[in-house]
Each structure stands twice: as C-alpha cells, then as structure tokens.
C-alpha cells in the first residue's frame, strides 16, 4: 500500500529564506499528490495539487514538482505568514487502504 | 462564501457514543463528495471516511471501521458522523473537507471540532 512519508519533520529557516520539503511515497501515485498548509488553530487549505498546480488564491512563491514516489514543496521568498505545518496527500489510491497523508513537517522560524 | 461548520464534539467517556455534524452553505452540497479527516492536536492528519454525493458509495478506514458512520442529508445540506465505542485514541479534532470536482483532492475544509475520550 501507498505509505507517504515527509522529510524533515521540523525544519527552521529564517524569513526571506528559499526551502524545500519533502514527501515520499512508497509507491508510486503518479502525479496525484497535494499539499495543504495549516496555521495554527486553523484547517488545513489546499496549496497545490496534481503535483504542480497551484490552488486558486495561491501565491507564486510556493511551487510544487515530482512524480512517482519523489515530491517537493518549495516556498521561495519566506514570508512570516508561511510558518505553518504543511501536509502531503497522495490521492492515486482510492479508497486508500493505509492513511493518504504524510506526517507533516511543520516549519518554525529560526 | 463557501461555509463548513463542524459541531458536536465534546468530552465522552470510553466507550461512549457522539454525534459530529457539518453544516454546509455557499455551494451546491448536494453535488460534492465528502470527507471526515482527524488530527490529533500537533500531529498529522488522518482520513477516516467519505460519502458520495449521493450517499450510495461509503467508504472507512480501518481504525474507524464498524464504529463510526457517516450519512448526509442533501435536502438539509447537512453531513454526520456518529461514533461509537469511542477509545481514547479518537481524541483529536475531526474536520469534514468536500473533494473538488474532478479530482480527490480536498479543495475545502471546515474549522474542525474538537473531541476528546477521557474518564
């Protein structure tokens, strides 16, 4: 089954900063994966999804790529409203027979 | 404005049963799929079941399984959850998310309500 895994589980940068995260599936989900962010105390909203689009309302500075098992989110230009825990969701799998989302990585200021 | 407001979460005892509810408003309901996603406070999230449109295809995850069922009311633009048997490991906030057309990404979610078992 699809087990999807996110790297790091805390990553700090500073605002301004470039940064990348990871998701892994361990197997492949083509291009159905998204990304949510969650601030705290909020739901999660969509980001990204089949891999690379940007959902309505989202800024160019997040940007998505990958296929297969290997995917990153990249957030360039950091900006203090980015800190947030973010969560990766293969959707190639349905119904998923093990839990579609990843770990989060939650990513806090240096 | 697209509206999804969870409640009735709450504190119950293990073992003990809860109705959730999600209220939906600014969209045509009835045409959506839905979803309930669980998270426990600071961790990840966890897809526990779906409903078509229609009500007619279900599906769980295994942890919720023979406990748990989701149902939706179309002419009230409403979706359920009831629990059963609650443990403690149901401790979490349960959000109901609609997928987007075309796609089984979750393109909206609600706030989320919070329960917790507990004696």
């Known amino acids: 089954e699809k087990v999807m895994t996110q790297s790091p589980d805390t990553l700090s940068v500073s605002p301004g900063e470039r940064v990348t995260l990871s998701c892994r599936a361990s197997?492949?989900?083509?291009?159905?994966l998204a990304w949510y962010q969650q601030k705290p105390g909020q739901a999660p909203r969509l980001l990204i999804y089949?891999?690379?689009v940007r959902a309505t309302g989202i800024p160019d500075r997040f940007s998505g790529s990958g296929s297969g098992t290997e995917f990153t989110l990249t957030i360039s230009g950091l900006q203090s409203e980015d800190f947030a825990l973010y969560h990766c969701?293969?959707?190639?799998?349905?119904?998923?027979?093990?839990?579609?989302f990843g770990q989060g990585t939650k990513l806090e200021i240096k | 404005e697209v509206k999804l407001v969870e409640s009735g979460g709450g504190l119950v005892q293990p073992g003990g049963s809860l109705r959730l509810s999600c209220a939906a408003s600014g969209f045509a309901f009835k045409t959506f799929e839905m979803n309930w996603i669980r998270q426990v406070p600071g961790k990840g999230l966890e897809w526990i079941s779906y409903?078509?449109?229609?009500?007619?295809?279900?599906h769980y995850a295994d942890s919720v399984r023979g406990r748990f069922t989701i149902a939706r009311d179309n002419a009230k633009n409403s979706l359920s959850l009831e629990m059963n048997s609650l443990r403690a490991d149901d401790t979490a906030f349960y959000y109901c998310?609609?997928?987007?057309?075309?796609?089984?990404?979750?393109?909206?979610w609600g706030h989320g309500t919070l329960v917790i078992v507990s004696s």
């Open positions: 089949a891999a690379s």
């Open positions: 998310a609609r997928f987007d057309y075309g796609g089984r990404r979750l393109g909206f």
């Open positions: 969701h293969q959707y190639n799998s349905w119904p998923p027979r093990e839990n579609p």
């Open positions: 409903i078509s449109a229609t009500g007619e295809t279900i």
């Open positions: 197997q492949s989900v083509g291009t159905n």
